[in-house]
């Protein structure tokens, strides 16, 4: 089974998760929610989640802004 460890990108050290739109008050739920949905969808895509990962991690990412954004969260930058 495929796991996100740490939210980066396989063999590399950039982030998956757009941490620097999180206000930081926000930031320990967001990197669980954000880990618990890439590890669900490694687990349905299986042996085609490298080619669905980066796509995925932008789609939970802009979910991820759209829901602190519409609770009135302001962004970390």
């Not at 089974?1 to 999180?22: C, F, R, W």
């Not at 949905?37 to 802009?62: I, S, T, V």
């Amino acid at each position: 089974m495929h796991t996100v460890k740490d939210y980066t990108k396989s063999g590399q050290d950039t982030p998956l998760l757009n941490e620097s739109a999180i206000p930081p008050e926000h930031l320990p739920k967001a990197r669980a929610w954000f880990q618990r949905q890439m590890d669900r969808c490694a687990a349905k895509h299986g042996d085609n989640w490298p080619e669905h990962r980066e796509w995925l991690a932008e789609y939970f990412n802009e979910e991820l802004r759209e829901h602190l954004e519409s609770k009135g969260a302001r962004h970390a930058v």
